[in-house]
C-alpha cells in the first residue's frame, strides 16, 4: 500500500486530496497545525478513531516552521510521497505578516525537502510543491504557460518564488523526484471563507435571506482563472507518477473578472444585478429584489486594494494537457452554482437558528 | 542630500564589498556605520587593512531579529543603507541552506520591513547576485533576463531581489538592487577560487613544490574588480528614480584563462601545477555566466576600467607584496 504525506491536509486542496488519495487505495497521512481549536472540519468526514484497526486516515501534529517535527514525522512514515500543501495562503495577510509567510511558505518547504535528503528518502520519496498562479503576478505574456518569467506582486508570491525555485534545485543538485504545480485559482464550497470567490457566494446567500445587507469588495476588475479544486488535486497526484519529474501549469484557459464571478453568483440565487459608478464608487443593485430596495448589496471598500495589485492571471494548460490529459470536468457555471448552492444551504440552516432566538454571526473579514 | 547629512548603514562590513564601500564613502565625506551580528567579537580585519577601522562606527545588529534591526535604525537614522551581508558561499549554501535563506531573505525583509515601519526616507541598496540568472546558454544578461537560479544561495538571492521590487512597488520606498557579477580583490575570504589560486600559484612561485586542486576549469565568468563596483551601488542611490542594475565588466572567461593569467604572472605555466579534483564539482554547478551592463553605462555612467587580465595581474601584484610584508 503506497503511503501520501499531505502538509495542510485541514486545508481546500489537502480535504480533496486525501479523499482522492483514499479513494485510490493510499494510506493517508496529515500534518496539523496544533490549535486549541478544532481545525479539521474539511476532513472530519474521513476522520478515523485511532482504536479502529487498519486505520488508512492518520493525523499528526507538525508545523511548516519546525524542523524537527517534519524530520520526525516522516521518519516515522517513510512515505511514497509528499504533497507540500501547507502555507499561509493569503495575498493580502502576507502584506501584514510578510515573516511568517516566508517563514512557513518559503522556508516551509526548504524544511521538507531538507527532511528528505536528511533521512536519504531522495530516491524513494517523490515531492509535491503547491506553487500558485501569484508567482506572474505583474504578468510577462499573456495567457502564462511553464516558461513566462516570474514576477511576484506580494510577500506571499515572493514567498512562493522561493519554494518554486528551491524545489527545483533540489531536484537538479540531487536527482530527487520533485515537481512544481503551478496552480491558477482554484475554488469550492471548502474554500476559506475569506477568499474573494467564497466571500461572494457566501455574503450573496445571505443577502438573499435578508442576514447581510452588503458585501464589500475590493478590485472588482482583478480578473481570474478560476478552475474547480476537485479537479485540480487530480492534477497534484498525476505529476507524481510520472517517468520523469515536471512543472505544471494547471488552469482553465478561461478568465473571468470578480465583477463576473459576483453577477454569475447573484444569476444562480435568481438576483439580477445593476453596476452603477466606477472606481470606488461602483456599486452592485439588486434589480429585482423583493423588498425593492434602493441601497446597494455590492459596494468597493478600498481597504480590500492590496498595495501591489495583481490584474489579470490567465493560464495556458497545454503541457498539462499533452502530458497529464488534463481536461478540466467542471466548468465555470457548475463551480459557481455549487458554491452558491452550499452556502445557501448554511445561510437556510443560519436562517433557521436565528427565527428560533438564537445568534448568528456575520463572520465578516 | 537633505539637510546635507550623509549618513550610511553598511551590513556586511567585514566583507569584501563592506569594506571597499566604507572607504569609498568616508571619502565622500560621509559617516560611515557598520553592522555586525556582535561588533566587540568581530576583527573588521578588512577595516585595518584598508586603514579605516577607526573611522567606521560600528554597530551590533542581527538581520533575523527584527528588533535588532529596528533599534539600529532608530539609533543610527542612516540616509542610506547598504544591505551586503549575506552567507555568501554558493558551496556552503547547499551544506547550510537554511541559514543561507534566513541570513539573506529573512534579513532583506527584515531591513524593508523596518524602513517601512519607521516611515524615514532611507535610500535602500540591496546586493543582488549574478547567480540569480543561473546558465543564460552563453547570453548576456540583461535586467530583462529571467532569473533561473541553481543553488540555495541563488534562490534565496532572487526572492530577495523580488521582495525589494515588491516592496519599491507596494510601499514607494527608495530600494535598488545591484545584479553585481564576480568582483575580486586581496579581501576576498581564502574560500573564493581566486584568493585560492592566486595564493597557491605564489606559494609554487616560491618553490612550495605543491600542487594545486581545481574543479571545473570550464566555467566561464565575468570577473571584475570590487573595489569599483562599489562606486556603483553609491550611484544607485544618488539617482531621482530607484531601479535595478547589473553591475559587470562584460566580458566573459574561462577558469582556464584566469588560472593561466594568474601563473603567467609568476612567470609559471599553469599546465605544470594544476590538477583536477572531481570532490570540487558542485552539485548543480553553473557553467557560463555573462552580463550586458549597458544599462549602468547609460544611467549611471559607470563603466568597469579593469578586466579579467587586470583582476589577475592586481590580485599577484597584491599579494606578493602582502606576502612581502608579512616576511
Known amino acids: 500500500m503506497k503511503k501520501a504525506l499531505i502538509t495542510g491536509v485541514t486545508g481546500q486542496d489537502g480535504a480533496y486530496l486525501a479523499e482522492l488519495l483514499l479513494k485510490k487505495g493510499y494510506e493517508v497521512h496529515g500534518v496539523k497545525r496544533r490549535s486549541s481549536l478544532f481545525n479539521t472540519d474539511r476532513i472530519d468526514h474521513l476522520y478515523q478513531d485511532p482504536h479502529v484497526s487498519d486505520r488508512r486516515f492518520i493525523l499528526h501534529h507538525g508545523d511548516m516552521t519546525d524542523s524537527s517535527s517534519l524530520v520526525r514525522i516522516i521518519q516515522k512514515i517513510q512515505p511514497d510521497e509528499i504533497y507540500n500543501l501547507a502555507a499561509q495562503s493569503h495575498v493580502a495577510v502576507s502584506f501584514e505578516e510578510p515573516e511568517y509567510t516566508a517563514n512557513s511558505d518559503a522556508l516551509g518547504a526548504l524544511r521538507i525537502l531538507e527532511a528528505i535528503r536528511i533521512l536519504g528518502l531522495e530516491k524513494k520519496t517523490r515531492f509535491y510543491q503547491a506553487s500558485t498562479s501569484e508567482l506572474y503576478g505583474l504578468v510577462q505574456e499573456i495567457p502564462q504557460k511553464e516558461t513566462t518569467p516570474f514576477y511576484p506582486r506580494s510577500p506571499y508570491a515572493v514567498a512562493k518564488l522561493y519554494a518554486y525555485w528551491i524545489t527545483v534545485n533540489y531536484r537538479e543538485a540531487y536527482g530527487m523526484y520533485a515537481c512544481n504545480g503551478i496552480l491558477f485559482n482554484h475554488e469550492s464550497p471548502i474554500r476559506g471563507e475569506t477568499f474573494v470567490t467564497r466571500k461572494i457566494t457566501r455574503a450573496l446567500a445571505r443577502i438573499s435571506l435578508g442576514l447581510q445587507d452588503c458585501l464589500y469588495l475590493g478590485n472588482l476588475d482583478a480578473k481570474r482563472d478560476w478552475g474547480h479544486a476537485k479537479d485540480y488535486v487530480e492534477m497534484q497526484w498525476l505529476m507524481l507518477q510520472q517517468e520523469q519529474p515536471e512543472d505544471f501549469v494547471i488552469a482553465t484557459g478561461v478568465q473571468y473578472s470578480v465583477r463576473d464571478f459576483v453577477s454569475a453568483a447573484a444569476k444562480e440565487i435568481g438576483m439580477e444585478i445593476e453596476w452603477r459608478g466606477s472606481g470606488i464608487d461602483e456599486q452592485g443593485y439588486w434589480k429585482n429584489s423583493p423588498d425593492s430596495r434602493t441601497s446597494p448589496i455590492v459596494a468597493v471598500d478600498p481597504r480590500y486594494f492590496r498595495p501591489s495589485e495583481v490584474e489579470t492571471l490567465l493560464g495556458d494548460p497545454t503541457k498539462a494537457k499533452e502530458k497529464l490529459g488534463w481536461v478540466p470536468k467542471i466548468s465555470f457555471s457548475e463551480l459557481v452554482s455549487e458554491m452558491v448552492r452550499e452556502d445557501l444551504k448554511s445561510a437556510k440552516r443560519d436562517e433557521l437558528v436565528k427565527s428560533h432566538g438564537f445568534a448568528i454571526y456575520n463572520f465578516n473579514e | ?327
Not at chain 2, 560611515?32 to 554597530?59: E, H, P
Not at chain 2, 521582495?163 to 514607494?172: I, L, P
Not at chain 2, 576600467?305 to 592586481?314: E, L, P, Q, T
Request: aromatic letters at 12%; proline letters at 3%.
Open chain 2, 1 to 327: 542630500m537633505k539637510n546635507g547629512i550623509k549618513r550610511a548603514l553598511i551590513t556586511g562590513i567585514s566583507g569584501q564589498d563592506g569594506s571597499y564601500l566604507a572607504r569609498y564613502l568616508l571619502g565622500n565625506g560621509y559617516e560611515v556605520f557598520g553592522a555586525s551580528r556582535d561588533a566587540q567579537a568581530a576583527s573588521f580585519t578588512n577595516l585595518s587593512k584598508l586603514g579605516i577601522r577607526d573611522k567606521v562606527k560600528t554597530v551590533s545588529m542581527s538581520l533575523n531579529d527584527f528588533r535588532s534591526v529596528l533599534q539600529a535604525l532608530v539609533q543610527i537614522k542612516p540616509t542610506e543603507i547598504y544591505n551586503l551581508a549575506a552567507q555568501s558561499s554558493v558551496s556552503l549554501s547547499f551544506e547550510q541552506p537554511v541559514e543561507t535563506m534566513e541570513s539573506i531573505t529573512i534579513g532583506t525583509l527584515n531591513l524593508l520591513e523596518a524602513m517601512r515601519f519607521l516611515g524615514m526616507p532611507i535610500r535602500f541598496y540591496n546586493a543582488g547576485s549574478s547567480e540569480c540568472f543561473g546558465d543564460t546558454g552563453g547570453e548576456p544578461a540583461n535586467e530583462a533576463t529571467p532569473f533561473r537560479p541553481k543553488s540555495p544561495y541563488a534562490v534565496a538571492k532572487s526572492a530577495a531581489f523580488w521582495e525589494v521590487v515588491n516592496y519599491r512597488d507596494a510601499y514607494d520606498l527608495f530600494a535598488c538592487s545591484g545584479i553585481l557579477f564576480n568582483h575580486e580583490s586581496p579581501l576576498r575570504q581564502k574560500r573564493f577560487v581566486t584568493i585560492k589560486i592566486v595564493n597557491a600559484a605564489y606559494r609554487i612561485a616560491q618553490g612550495s613544490g605543491e600542487r594545486l586542486k581545481l574543479g571545473n576549469l570550464d566555467i566561464q565568468r565575468d570577473w571584475g574588480w570590487a573595489e569599483e563596483y562599489v562606486e556603483a551601488m553609491w550611484l544607485m542611490l544618488q539617482k531621482e528614480v530607484p531601479d535595478d542594475y547589473i553591475v559587470a565588466t562584460g566580458e566573459t572567461h574561462t577558469l582556464k584563462d584566469f588560472v593561466s593569467e594568474v601563473f603567467l604572472n609568476f612567470g609559471l605555466n599553469w599546465e605544470d601545477y594544476v590538477d583536477f579534483d572531481q570532490d570540487l564539482i558542485r552539485p548543480n554547478e553553473l557553467l557560463v555566466s555573462k552580463a550586458d551592463p549597458i544599462k549602468a553605462y547609460h544611467d549611471l555612467g559607470w563603466q568597469a576600467k579593469y578586466r579579467m587580465k587586470d583582476v589577475a595581474r592586481m590580485m599577484t601584484e597584491v599579494i606578493r607584496d602582502d606576502w612581502m610584508n608579512v616576511r
